[in-house]
Every structure is written in structure tokens, then in C-alpha cells.
């Protein structure tokens, strides 16, 4: 038997100071509007084929994920050898600083952005670089490039950003890309990309086809409702794929995931009209969000953003009690997922009791 409970194995010290990844909460009896999840389940037949893949799972997975593999190639038209699948898109970008960064490096990226950028960097080792949003809590891709050093080896884009919802236009992206040195990895993180429906936001996909520094990040979690599944994807140049894969953690992504995701690619139309309904929801949520008297940027994700800086503690608090679970970023603001119109109307009415 031990001794003590505290062993004497060196642990990093440096990850005594990092921030553990905070997840959405879950509260029993209360609506959860913390995780962008979408609020239908799989479609059925997702569900029918996850139930026949189940009987496989004493069967390892096919580590290279071929078949779905093919599929992306189909569905986005670029080679197999430049799409690297991953454990969802948080892994990738994970990967992506294992393989191009070392503890002399740095990494760039937006803050307040996906909270997981300055987790996997601390934890990679490299260096993070945060830059300040702009007043309209949007990417401030000014600032960004002039924060590209030599040492810079990739810069993160989130668009739609995550969790102001903010996103960049096609001249704004253009005219920082251009700025960009050619060996410096562009990563545009399109998470949300299936609930933009503004025709002035590019598609990563075409500039990926047009310029040789950029990767872009999809995931299956949001709009293919399989955020329990982990799988995302990445579509880069062949040299970075390849060394993606190097340091990919072999059966990652288990056999079920696979096959979800395939089947959800079958269903894609029918998904993508849910997405179609959560985006009339997000106009109807933020007109009524602006008419109660917050200050709401324009959001192309399935969530809102509620910039409420000291009072972000106390809404949060505010909607538990009105049996809302909300994701509080303290002394910045709240984020507020799209649900059904009833869990929306429940969320409004908590915001519009609440003493700002």
C-alpha cells in the first residue's frame, strides 16, 4: 500500500499554471444552452447506422479512416492526400502545433477565441501570442499580422469566432492573407462554417485551393450533431497533412465515429435544413436580445454572444436560477447556444428579468 497520496514523479511545473478546458455545464431538469450543441439528436438514420457499427467495436478502427476519407474528397474536391481526419477539430489543432511548432515558436491567435488555442499551445510547449478583439468583438486582423514575428509559425483564424460569433468577410480576409509571409501556416478554423449564410464570407475551401499556407478545420460536432463522436478533419497541404498524421494518436477515432459521420454526409441535405432553422432562430433571438436592450453583435453561428464584461458572473447566475444553463466567460460575457424555439423563449425570458 502507498504511503502517501502525493508520489514524487516530476510533473511539468509549467502546467501547474494552465487552465484546464472548461466544458458547457449540465444540470439536471435545466435547458442547456452552454455548448453549441444543435438541439436535435442524429437523424435516423444516423442512428440506425451507429446501431449496426456498434456490433464491430472489437474491432479496431481503421486508423487511416479511408472511407470517410473518400467521401471528404467527393463532397470538397481536393486529393485524399491533403485531408488528415482527426479526433475532432480541438485534436487538430493540437496536431497542427505538434507538427509545425517547437518550445522556440510561437502561435498566434485572437483573444477571446476558441478557449482551447491557448490550452493546446501551453501544452504543446510553444509560444502563444494573443491578440485583443476590436470593439465590435470581431477579429482584429490589423493587429494580428503585425503580431507575426520570424519565430511565428501559425496563426489560428476562428471564423465564425468562437464566442462572439463574429466573422470575416472575403476583401478583410483577402488583404490579410496577402500579408501573411508564405511560411507561416494560415488556419482558418470553420467549425460553425455550416450556419453562415452571408455570401460575403469566403468558403476556406476555395482560398485553400488558391494560396499554399493555409489549412482549414471542419468538424462533424455542430451542424452534424455528433459532438459525443469526436471527428473533424483538416484539409491542408500534403506536406503538413503528412506530418499531421505522424503525430496522430493511432485509433483516435473509433469506428462508430466513422461511420456517423459517413452516414451523416448521406443525410447532408437534410441536415443542413435543421441548420436552416437554427439560423431563423438566431435572428429571431438576437432581434429580440436587442429590443430587450443588449448590445448583441451579428452572429453567422449557432449562438449569440451577450459582451456583458463585470455582469457576466451575475447574469450567469441569473439564468441558472430560471433553470438556463448559459456558457459565462467571467468579466467578458456569456455565450448563448441556439436551441429549440421553446428553450429560446425560456432563455428570453430570463434576460429580459435580468437587472443589467
Known amino acids: 500500500m502507498r504511503d502517501e497520496d502525493v508520489s514524487n514523479v516530476q510533473t511539468r511545473a509549467d502546467l501547474a499554471t494552465l487552465p484546464s478546458y472548461v466544458p458547457g455545464r449540465t444540470i439536471p431538469g435545466a435547458i442547456k444552452l452552454a455548448s453549441n450543441e444543435v438541439p436535435a439528436g442524429p437523424l435516423p438514420s444516423v442512428s440506425a447506422a451507429i446501431a449496426v457499427a456498434a456490433a464491430d467495436v472489437h474491432r479496431y478502427p481503421d486508423t487511416a479512416a479511408g472511407e470517410l476519407t473518400a467521401r471528404l474528397v467527393d463532397k470538397l474536391g481536393v486529393p485524399a492526400s491533403e485531408i488528415a481526419i482527426g ?137 452534424y450533431g455528433l459532438a459525443g463522436l469526436r471527428v473533424g478533419y483538416c484539409v491542408a497541404p500534403e506536406d503538413v497533412t503528412t506530418a499531421l498524421k505522424k503525430v496522430y494518436v493511432p485509433f483516435s477515432v473509433n469506428h462508430i465515429a466513422q461511420v456517423a459521420a459517413i452516414a451523416s454526409l448521406d443525410a447532408e441535405d437534410e441536415l443542413m435544413a435543421r441548420c436552416r432553422e437554427i439560423m431563423v432562430e438566431r435572428v429571431r433571438v438576437r432581434d429580440e436580445l436587442i429590443a430587450a436592450g443588449y448590445d448583441i453583435p451579428e452572429t453567422q453561428a449557432n449562438f449569440v454572444w451577450l459582451p456583458l464584461g463585470e455582469r457576466t458572473a451575475a447574469f450567469n447566475e441569473h439564468c441558472l ?15 448563448v447556444t441556439i436551441g429549440t424555439p421553446e428553450e429560446n423563449d425560456v432563455f428570453l425570458a430570463a434576460a429580459r428579468s435580468f437587472s443589467r
Open 87 to 223: 479526433c475532432g477539430s480541438v485534436s487538430l489543432c493540437q496536431q497542427l502545433i505538434q507538427a509545425l511548432c517547437t518550445e522556440r515558436d510561437e502561435v498566434v491567435f485572437a483573444w477571446r477565441s476558441f478557449e482551447a488555442y491557448p490550452i493546446v499551445t501551453h501544452v504543446v510547449g510553444a509560444q502563444q501570442v494573443r491578440v485583443p478583439l476590436t470593439e465590435d468583438h470581431a477579429l482584429d486582423l490589423d493587429a494580428m499580422a503585425a503580431a507575426i514575428t520570424p519565430s511565428t509559425r501559425l496563426v489560428f483564424v476562428c471564423t465564425p469566432n468562437n464566442p462572439t460569433g463574429t466573422t470575416l468577410r472575403t476583401a478583410e480576409l483577402l488583404r490579410f492573407l496577402d500579408s501573411v509571409p508564405p511560411n507561416v501556416l494560415v488556419v482558418l478554423d470553420e467549425a460553425y462554417h455550416e450556419f453562415v449564410n452571408d455570401p460575403d464570407v469566403p468558403n476556406g475551401i476555395d482560398l485553400f485551393r488558391e494560396r499554399q499556407n493555409i489549412a482549414v478545420l471542419r468538424t462533424f460536432s455542430k451542424a
Open 321 to 335: 436560477e430560471h433553470k438556463v444553463v448559459v456558457r459565462a466567460f467571467v468579466g467578458d460575457g456569456a455565450r
